[in-house]
């Protein structure tokens, strides 16, 4: 008879990709299966993210985790021991209602929460045998087109480009070996363009893996990447994307978005926007607007007619998605379980965007780990995309690595990409 019961929760202080510290939790279960959970962090977050516990000592410049490692250890699990780990929802409820009971997670950190739970759906699916994706959701079959971030901007790198992300979708590629190949062939051609005009400096990596040269605008990135892609012989196959991450560059007090030099307002970027799309093959813009002008997203979502992705709008919460979905902002939801603290409140989320037509976005934090969840997350809701930077450095590398071994185990079953997703659209 297999045992599900939980023996312990233990959380230890590791290191991130920026060499921060985070949490990884262990979940033993009293037939000794393990689940382990690292979790990730960000740089440019959103004011409505659940809330991260750090210590605020001199200890690694106040970014230390030994608070919230001390309430995984001390309270979450005591309150967990003897739980079944294949009930998620309980599980979760447990810890953010009886624990913590605070919107954003703030007494125990969501940093922690969030640790505790990915690992005991890790600890569920092993105990039933079964691959997390699978463990998840029977049903599932799509291996997410990769978004590709090849130029770094914004808070991401140290550069002088506003945006955050300038990317490219393989949506033509046949598979996720493809992808890769397709991304690491125009990344190659890309820093012969780029050592060229600017110098070997300007092919530094950003935190998540793309270049960070020292460009202005929004046209100067996007047409060194198109050059790239045509060099490689990949046009065909590849469209483009954008994280602008505008709430950064925007002016609470004139209301104006500081972007290249010049003082934007909301409809002024919305003609922007048009004027790129008829420019470039974009199919995806994140976080275009401030995040909270839902009105200015509404706007802009009825005339652009491409995939408009909320992050910092959203924030992975199910309540002000549907105050998108209500008011008509956006069409896509860039999901980040560390955002809302929780996996069972991650997948309400993704559940409620599906029901309304939303698309969604599986994504990675700046500061990652090498843990390789996500992949299986993105399999798991059949969501077709998934945003885990360039293909380089370990902390990226392994959720691809993880795609191409679900790929393999899926076999015959595999899609690779939506085809009702819009990004095919175009």
Same mark, same amino acid.
């Given at each position: 008879?297999?045992?599900?019961?939980?023996?312990?929760?233990?959380?230890?202080?590791?290191i991130d990709c920026r060499g921060l510290p985070t949490l990884e939790v262990d979940v033993l279960l009293e037939n000794n299966i393990t689940g382990r959970a690292a979790v990730p962090a960000g740089r440019s977050t959103g004011t409505h993210e659940a809330f991260e516990l750090r210590d605020g000592e001199k200890r690694y410049h106040g970014m230390?985790?030994? /608070?919230? =490692? $001390?309430?995984?250890?001390e309270i @979450?699990?005591? #309150?967990?021991?003897?739980?079944?780990?294949?009930?998620?929802?309980?599980?979760?409820?447990?810890?953010?209602?009886?624990?913590?009971?605070?919107p954003d997670k703030s007494v125990l950190g969501a940093n922690g929460i969030i640790g505790v739970s990915l690992a005991v759906a890790r600890a569920g699916a092993a105990a039933c045998g079964m691959p997390l994706y699978r463990y998840i959701n029977n049903h599932a079959y799509v291996i997410p087109v990769p978004l590709f971030n090849l130029i770094n901007g914004g808070k991401h790198a140290s550069g002088d480009l506003e945006i955050q992300e300038f990317a490219i979708f393989p949506t033509g590629a046949q598979n996720i070996s493809h992808a890769l190949q397709i991304a690491t062939e125009t990344m190659d051609e890309l820093a012969k363009i780029l050592v060229k005009k600017y110098g070997k400096f300007a092919i530094n990596y950003g935190d998540e893996g793309g270049f960070v040269p020292?460009? /202005?605008? =929004? $046209?100067?990135?996007?047409?060194? @990447?198109?050059? #790239?892609?045509?060099?490689?012989?990949?046009?065909?196959?590849?469209?483009?994307?954008?994280?602008?991450?505008?709430?950064?560059?925007?002016?609470?007090?004139?209301?104006?978005?500081?972007?290249?030099?010049?003082k934007l307002t909301c409809e002024r970027m919305i003609a922007m926007y048009k004027e790129l799309c008829k420019t470039y093959k974009l199919v995806s813009i994140e976080d275009a607007l401030y995040e909270d002008d839902f009105?200015?997203?509404?706007?802009?979502?009825?005339?652009?007619?491409?995939?408009?992705?909320?992050?910092?709008?959203?924030t992975t919460n199910p309540a002000r998605l549907l105050k998108g979905i209500q008011s008509g902002a956006a069409n896509a939801l860039?999901?980040?379980?560390?955002?809302?603290?929780?996996?069972?409140?991650?997948?309400?989320?993704?559940?409620?965007?599906?029901?309304?037509?939303?698309?969604?976005?599986?994504?990675?934090r700046s500061g990652e780990t090498e843990d390789d969840i996500i992949s299986d997350l993105a399999v798991a809701l059949n969501a077709g995309q998934i945003k885990t930077g360039a293909p380089v450095r370990g902390e990226r590398t392994s959720k691809y690595n993880r795609l191409i071994r679900i790929e393999e185990e899926l076999g015959d079953s595999a899609v690779y990409g939506d085809p009702n997703s819009r990004l095919l659209r175009r």
């Open positions: 008879m297999i045992n599900f019961k939980i023996q312990s929760v233990h959380a230890r202080e590791i230390g985790v030994r /608070k919230a =490692i $001390k309430n995984v250890n @979450i699990s005591p #309150a967990l021991v003897g739980k079944d780990a294949t009930c998620q929802r309980e599980l979760d409820n447990i810890m953010r209602q009886d624990l913590d009971n605070t020292p460009m /202005k605008g =929004i $046209k100067e990135p996007l047409d060194a @990447i198109v050059e #790239a892609v045509d060099r490689a012989g990949y046009s065909d196959l590849v469209v483009y994307g954008l994280d602008c991450a505008s709430t950064h560059f925007y002016d609470l007090e004139t209301k104006l978005y500081h972007l290249a030099g010049e009105e200015g997203w509404a706007q802009l979502t009825s005339e652009l007619g491409i995939q408009l992705v909320g992050d910092d709008l959203f860039l999901w980040k379980v560390n955002q809302i603290g929780t996996l069972s409140e991650a997948l309400d989320a993704a559940e409620l965007a599906f029901k309304n037509g939303y698309a969604v976005q599986v994504s990675e």
